[in-house]
């Protein structure tokens, strides 16, 4: 499935004009932060959506063409934000509220004040804007799409940081996914300050002091 411009026009046929795509990446990840993005699509964008060609649900691409897609957003689009919560706040949160929290950072990060949010599969009450959740909205909205790629390429980034700082666990590998690799390290090291210790697998090791894991 291609994402188009059909939701981006809906809302536009209604009146708005700056519409924001909202996705995260990194939602059911054992560590790191959740990232969240928003992109407002330019005119250039709007008026001829190819200049987007091959822009899709980040999950469906590789990391070179997430990378190289994610120069071409930028360079394309009227406005982006990011939000970033940390493993202790979606501890404190939980995952979904966490997420919603990510989200609303990354509309409040944009340049502009949108007028209508289309959003992959949640709604952010918190947030008073007319909003459109989408289920598998990153396979329908080409905003959506963007924002995803621009959230996923963002928390790869930051966990290539961790890896650098945690060189035992090979986060710049499975980016804190639960993998068998994942679990040995956290098995052999126990656990960084980084891991999300409501998530269950981490459970058995949570009492483990985070000083073992560096």
Known sequence: MTPTLAE?????ARGYQVIAGVDEAGRGCWAGPVVAAAV?????????PTVLAGVNDSKQLTAAQRTRYADTIRAQVGGIGVGVVPAFLIDSF??????????ELAVLDLPMLPDALLIDALRLPACA????DLIRGDSLSLSIAAASIIAKTMR????QQLARAYP???FGQHKGYGTAAHMAAIAAHGLTPHHRRSFRPMWPTHHMEASHAT
Not at 8 to 12: K, M, P, S, Y
Not at 94 to 103: C, D, F, K, P, Q
Not at 156 to 159: E, I, N, V
């Open 156 to 159: 790869d980034r930051l966990m």
């Open 8 to 12: 981006e026009q809906a809302l536009q």
């Open 94 to 103: 939980g995952i979904v509220e966490a997420t919603r929290l990510a989200m």
């Open 168 to 170: 035992r666990f090979g």
């Open 40 to 48: 407002v699509l330019g005119d250039s964008v709007l008026n001829d």
């Open 129 to 132: 804007l007319p909003q459109r």
